[in-house]
């Protein structure tokens, strides 16, 4: 019923900027909060940026400084502004959506999207 779909992955060079965007479509009541996780080869799936409902975030000391997420509450997207990237940035990228939607108001969901591949070398 719930569907996330990320764009905006591609090949970079260290040093340079990428935007990844995330839209979630259905019969959405709510999203609480939504974030970003990567997974490199061989590497635990992690954090990247979450953003709440109101807009409060997090990052890692990992990317700190250098990733920026946001969210349009309206459209119901994310985005993750990716600067000063790093060959070990490589991975590929999830985005993360918590939702309601009818009929099950009091419970709480997990999506994920498919994943966008992110490739940072020279």
């Known amino acids: 019923q719930v569907q996330l779909v990320e764009s905006g992955g591609g090949s970079v060079q260290p040093g340079g900027s990428l935007r990844l965007s995330c839209a979630a479509s259905?019969?959405?009541?709510?999203?609480?909060?939504m974030g970003w996780y990567r997974q490199a080869p061989g590497k635990q799936r992690e954090l990247v940026a979450s953003i709440s409902s109101v807009g409060r975030t997090n990052y890692p000391d990992s990317v700190k400084g250098r990733f920026t997420i946001s969210r349009d509450n309206f459209k119901n997207t994310v985005a993750l502004q990716m600067n000063s990237l790093k060959p070990e940035d490589t991975a590929v990228y999830y985005c993360?959506?918590?939702?309601?939607?009818?009929?099950?108001?009091?419970?709480?969901?997990?999506?994920w999207g498919q994943g966008t591949q992110v490739t940072v070398s020279s």
């Open positions: 993360k959506a918590v939702v309601k939607f009818p009929p099950f108001f009091d419970r709480e969901f997990e999506y």
């Open positions: 259905g019969s959405i009541f709510s999203i609480n909060s």
